[in-house]
């Protein structure tokens, strides 16, 4: 039972261009969501989250919008470049008891920005 | 780099054999968790450690244990080890509150097993 999503493997687009990394979900009760991008031989780096009461975040070049009636978030990269192919993870959380708890990941996209 | 420290980096072993993976959180973090990474199952939760007490379960076999000590270190103890074991082992960990959900990852432990 797979429930968080990330329907496409790869992605590739045009340094300067918008990239968009989709994800879907199942379960209503998770509370926050994250984006976390990995390079080859390393561990996850966080990158943006997003409370589930919000239907938008942004940092920098990074926006992550939330529509919970779809159970759909995605990651814009505005503009890409090419330091930011990586694989990105898209993940949730459920908080029990004010703490965290597990993180559920998709498997990943693949984004590659071409020069 | 997050602060999270784990080691050893590579690990190659035989089957059968048992191995300890070793991780320490950001400073002042409480909470550890870990998680495992393999080709086909992506990032998978096992366990989570906060201050010294097992907070929650995930895919773990019962091969597998873990236990986070008083200076918050933890360590993964992976026995009678198979094939399928080989795996990218990440350790996390994040503040005390956590009310945002974010972890912290370590560079991992790669675990080969012959």
């Known amino acids: 039972d797979q429930q968080v999503k990330q329907n496409s493997p790869s992605l590739s687009v045009q340094e300067g261009r918008i990239s968009i990394l989709n994800c879907d979900y199942t379960n209503s009760m998770f509370d926050y969501f994250l984006w976390y991008k990995k390079y080859p031989a390393e561990g996850p780096t966080f990158l943006i989250s997003?409370?589930?009461?919000?239907d938008k975040n942004e940092d920098g070049r990074f926006t992550v919008f939330l529509n919970k009636s779809a159970k759909h978030l995605s990651l814009h990269i505005v503009p890409s470049q090419p330091g930011d192919s990586a694989v990105y993870f898209c993940a949730a959380s459920l908080t029990r008891g004010g703490s965290n708890y597990k993180l559920t990941f998709g498997k990943g996209t693949l984004l590659t920005v071409n020069p | 780099d997050s602060g999270v420290t784990q080691t050893p980096k590579h690990l190659i072993t035989a089957t059968g054999q048992r191995v300890t993976l070793r991780c320490s959180p950001r400073?002042?973090?409480?909470?550890v968790y870990w998680y495992q990474q393999s080709l086909d199952q992506g990032l998978q939760f096992l366990i989570q450690?906060?201050?010294?007490?097992?907070?929650a379960k995930g895919n773990i076999l019962e091969r597998f244990s873990a236990q986070q000590f008083p200076d918050l270190h933890s360590e993964l103890n992976l026995s009678s080890l198979e094939l399928g074991d080989s795996a990218l082992y990440f350790c996390?960990?994040?503040?005390?509150?956590?009310?945002?959900?974010?972890?912290?990852f370590g560079p991992g432990t790669r675990l080969t097993v012959t």
């Open positions: 450690y906060y201050n010294g007490e097992e907070r």
């Open positions: 400073s002042g973090d409480l909470s």
């Open positions: 997003i409370s589930s009461i919000k």
């Open positions: 996390a960990s994040s503040e005390t509150s956590g009310r945002t959900g974010e972890q912290y």
